[in-house]
């Protein structure tokens, strides 16, 4: 089964912005949607943004007009910019394949925003 693994979080103010990366360990180009999930601390996870392979984007509401997914088959990676960071933002993201997700979430990478 294709692992993800995430990067590209951090530590960043109110505000600003982070590229998060997921580098699949195979190939993505047979996965019709890709996504990208979070979970903050004491929350459930939640998907934030997904992407298809014809091109289609959804969002959820509470992110909508300041992330952007996309991905890149031919690099196996999939992105998640993130504008306009909010405290509220603070989670651990994930990615993942949203039709048949791998059983194992992996690591995830670390987003914190605060002043």
């Known amino acids: 089964q294709v692992q993800f693994v995430e990067s590209g979080g951090g530590l960043v103010q109110p505000g600003g912005s982070l590229r998060l990366s997921c580098a699949a360990s195979?190939?993505?180009?047979?996965?019709?949607?890709m996504g990208w999930y979070r979970q903050g601390p004491g929350k459930q996870r939640e998907r934030v943004a997904t992407a298809s392979r014809t091109g289609l984007r959804n969002y959820a509401d509470s992110v909508k007009g300041r992330f952007t997914i996309s991905r890149d088959n031919a690099k196996n990676t999939v992105y998640l910019q993130m504008n306009s960071l909010k405290p509220e933002d603070t989670a651990v993201y994930y990615c993942?394949?949203?039709?048949?997700?791998?059983?194992?979430w992996g690591q995830g990478t670390q987003v914190t925003v605060s002043s």
């Open positions: 993942n394949a949203v039709d048949y997700p791998n059983p194992y």
């Open positions: 195979g190939s993505i180009f047979s996965i019709l949607v």
